[in-house]
């Protein structure tokens, strides 16, 4: 109900709003309390040994419906990524705004849509564009980020303009492998399917 009267809203990011629930001197937020002492545990664990946070990532598709070859070409895309931003880190790009950037260079180049793009495509809003993708475009994907990051090793790019570059490089290489395989099944690779429809995520790869 409008009472025609202004009024102040507070905002607060997650880590300030955990920190004011671990505050309330409340019995109600004992339960919440509780379950970030058990996520604070979980994610100690994980730093401690990588492999129980992959094998929650797997728990984590599994439930929610993937298939067991999709969730393994999931998992893989995970790990190139980090590997990426790792190297990324290493050649001075420090702002979520420089990874969307190099992100969405290198969508661009071997995709030929920005990341926007690609998830309007898919009709997509919040949702992670990758959860989306059908494994032959993970595997594409995947493709842009491993040889991005292995011309960036190789070339070590000293400034925000030569990221760019390789990033674009990167994709190319991608984009070269898209043309083939969709020169091989004579249909475009670049789908609109979504996870609405996760039976039809797994596209079979033409035989080689």
Same mark, same amino acid.
């Given at each position: 109900?409008?009472?025609?009267?202004?009024?102040?809203?507070?905002?607060?990011?997650?880590?300030?709003?955990?920190?004011?629930?671990?505050?309330?001197?409340?019995?109600?937020?004992?339960?919440?309390?509780?379950?970030?002492?058990?996520?604070?545990?979980?994610?100690?664990?994980?730093?401690?040994?990588?492999?129980?946070?992959?094998?929650?990532?797997?728990?984590?598709?599994?439930?929610?419906?993937?298939?067991?070859?999709?969730?393994?070409?999931?998992?893989?895309?995970?790990?190139?990524?980090?590997?990426?931003?790792?190297?990324?880190?290493?050649?001075?790009?420090?702002?979520?705004?420089?990874?969307?950037?190099?992100?969405?260079?290198?969508?661009?180049?071997?995709?030929?849509?920005?990341?926007?793009?690609?998830?309007?495509?898919?009709?997509?809003?919040?949702?992670?564009? !990758?959860?989306?993708?059908?494994?032959?475009?993970?595997? &594409? /994907?995947?493709?842009? =980020? $491993?040889?991005?990051?292995? %011309? *960036?090793?190789?070339?070590?790019?000293?400034?925000?303009?030569?990221?760019?570059?390789?990033?674009? !490089?990167?994709?190319?290489?991608?984009?070269?492998?898209? &043309? /083939?395989?969709?020169? =091989? $099944?004579?249909?475009?690779? %670049? *789908?609109?399917?979504?996870?609405?429809?996760?039976?039809?995520?797994?596209?079979?790869?033409?035989?080689?």
């Amino acid at each position: 109900m409008r009472t025609g009267k202004s009024r102040k809203t507070l905002a607060a990011n997650t880590r300030q709003l955990l920190r004011i629930i671990q505050s309330i001197p409340s019995p109600k937020a004992e339960p919440f309390k509780l379950w970030l002492a058990q996520v604070g545990s979980e994610r100690l664990d994980e730093i401690a040994d990588p492999e129980k946070a992959i094998l929650r990532g797997a728990d984590f598709y599994r439930a929610k419906g993937y298939s067991e070859a999709w969730i393994n070409q999931r998992l893989q895309t995970i790990e190139m990524r980090k590997e990426l931003t790792d190297e990324w880190k290493k050649r001075g790009i420090e702002t979520e705004k420089e990874y969307a950037i190099l992100t969405n260079e290198m969508t661009r180049a071997w995709s030929g849509m920005s990341v926007q793009q690609y998830k309007a495509l898919k009709d997509l809003k919040k949702e992670n564009l !990758r959860d989306n993708m059908t494994n032959i475009e993970l595997v &594409l /994907n995947m493709l842009a =980020e $491993v040889t991005t990051t292995a %011309i *960036s090793k190789n070339e070590k790019p000293d400034t925000f303009d030569k990221n760019k570059q390789v990033a674009k !490089r990167g994709g190319s290489v991608a984009k070269n492998a898209r &043309l /083939n395989i969709e020169s =091989e $099944v004579r249909q475009p690779v %670049i *789908s609109p399917l979504n996870a609405k429809d996760k039976g039809k995520l797994d596209v079979a790869l033409p035989k080689t």
